[in-house]
């Protein structure tokens, strides 16, 4: 969807009126018998008021300007999927959104919900005409909202629709190579770079976790790096983002049930599709942040040569595992990109994957796990963008009795213990690969939903591209 600012008097034939739920109506705007309806419509708690004017079409939307906060943006974001079945039946093309209520996150919340809700998967349709909803452009007027606010919405939003359909694609689309292929141009057409590592140099890093995985696979591994590295860094050392590439999760021989399990898990690289998004974002916005992206990729089968349970392997940083459980695979092939990180000095690392389904137990789909060393200012800042964005984050601790529930009979550690504190325990396998700054975010619970959630379609959300360019504005630009 294309967005852009207008200036007062653009006319389009579609125009809806923001206007404050405890503000009175301006009566130019309207006829007597037109401001009677409206109020009529408003005194039945209706927030979306039609006008047929024929030749125009009017919308008002009402919204609550009492006690502005986090809260009262995201019911704005929800409520904008209304108009956005209004425009579809009506067929209409644009729509023009003029602000009368002048709160610019309120106005933006309300835009950026009608952008994301708009989004649509039909790809494997024969009759995708048909299917495809009818807006394609946005428009605001506002004298709150200026022309890089708009830009930026637009940029974020578009990173969000296409972690949502590399999310969508399965994996006899999107393999691990394929992955790449996406990344590189995504790269060229954003200007960041792209650096891919194949089968052959990941065997010569010795990334023992990420080979381990891919064992049992017909189609080799790729590990990604994406770069984003501005003269004007205010960083000094880089921030560094990891994130989960499994294009499908079978279990491997610990083999997942087909129904409500292994069915959705092309969604395992959401971690991925977050990281590339964002930094798709820093790099097309210019933001003076030097980036890092590392990606390591593959697909996880029991094919005849998959890593069986008992197997120890060697990772990339030389500690031994123990695989007790190959469907835990995301902590193998973490475990090789966050020791590779290492060799940046970076200033801090965030990783991002849907890394344990005991994290769905705990939050449901309404937010994503977060755990880490870096304590205070960074792990409130974190959750405060968690709030802004509606990308919520619940903290769970690092004590050191989870650290001894990894401890293997035969290895250094192992890579599944006993079901109770699986996400901790998951957290704290991955801190034995880190010495900075860490921060892990485990998004399974939010990164795919088997129904519509307002403005999160069924499907792949893209969630933690807003929540990490919200912090990453906060603590390098404010
Ligand atoms: N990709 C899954 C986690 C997952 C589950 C993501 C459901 C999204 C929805 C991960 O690789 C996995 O299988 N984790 C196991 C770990 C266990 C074997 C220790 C799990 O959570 O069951
Ligand atoms: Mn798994
Ligand atoms: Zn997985």
Redesign the pocket.
Known sequence: MNSYLKPTGYKSVYTLYLLSKQAEILPALFSEDETRFILQEKEKKHDLVHLNRLSSQLFIQFLDTENLNYKTNEKARSEASGVCKKLNSLKANELHIIDLIEEKALTLAYAEGLILNNYQFIKYYKNQEEKKNSLESLFITSPVVSDDEMHELQVVTEAVYRARTWINEPVNYLTAVQLSEEIRELGHQCGFQVEVFDKSRIKALKMGGLLAVNKGSQDPPSFNILEWKPTNAKNEQPLILVG?G?TY?T?GL?L?PTSN?MD??K??MSGAAAVAGLISVLAQLKLPVHVIGLIPATD?RPGENAITPGDIIEMHNGLFVEVL?T????RLILGDALSYAQRYQPELVIDLA???????VTVGIYGSIVMGNVGEPIMTELKNAGFETYERLVELPMWDEYGDMIKSDVADIK???K?DG?TI??GKFLERFTDYPWVHLDI??S??LHSNENYKPQGGVGVGIRLLFEFIKKHYLA
Do not use: C, I, Q
């Open positions: 989960k499994v999760d279990g610990s997942k399990s959705y898990m969604s395992d996880n459980n469907d835990a695979e995301g849907t890394l344990t389904g005991a994290a769905s890579n599944s213990t079901r699986g325990t998951a399974a619970p990164a795919f």
